[in-house]
């Protein structure tokens, strides 16, 4: 089945199976892509690790600083709005197995391998 597309606010192409805006990308802090962006477009913060300024996210278990690495970096490169690939439902369970097991199965933005537990975003 082909991914269904549209227009986000900003005019840029959104798939659907993507995280939406008011899904939460920290899931200790309960920080939204929204709230994360908005944060990147107002600060545009010189390195990820100050996105922790925004509501404390990627202070808590750790899970979502790679993603927040991964928002920064497409918001420095400018490519339209910062997104993360995959659905809340599937961002949830993989922070479920990390909380378990200590490890991941990938990195977001298409790295492979399974990466240790970050510590503090960097
Ligand atoms: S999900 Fe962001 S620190 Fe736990």
């Not at 928002?71 to 909380?99: C, V």
Request: glycine content about 14%; proline content about 7%; aromatic content about 6%.
């Amino acid at each position: 089945m082909p991914l269904a597309a549209f227009l986000g606010a900003d005019g840029q192409a959104a798939v659907e199976s993507d995280m939406q805006p008011d899904d939460h990308v920290c899931l200790c802090f309960r920080v939204s892509l929204r709230k994360i962006n908005a944060y990147l477009n107002r600060e545009d913060p010189p390195v990820a690790s100050l996105i922790s300024e925004c509501l404390g996210a990627g202070t808590g278990c750790g899970w979502c600083v790679p993603y927040l690495k991964h928002l920064h970096r497409q918001h420095e490169q400018g490519k339209g709005e910062p997104n993360i690939e995959g659905t809340k439902d599937d961002y949830a369970s993989g922070r479920a197995r990390f909380r378990e097991t200590g490890t991941r199965d990938g990195s977001p933005g298409g790295g492979a391998g399974a990466e240790e537990h970050p510590g503090e975003p960097g």
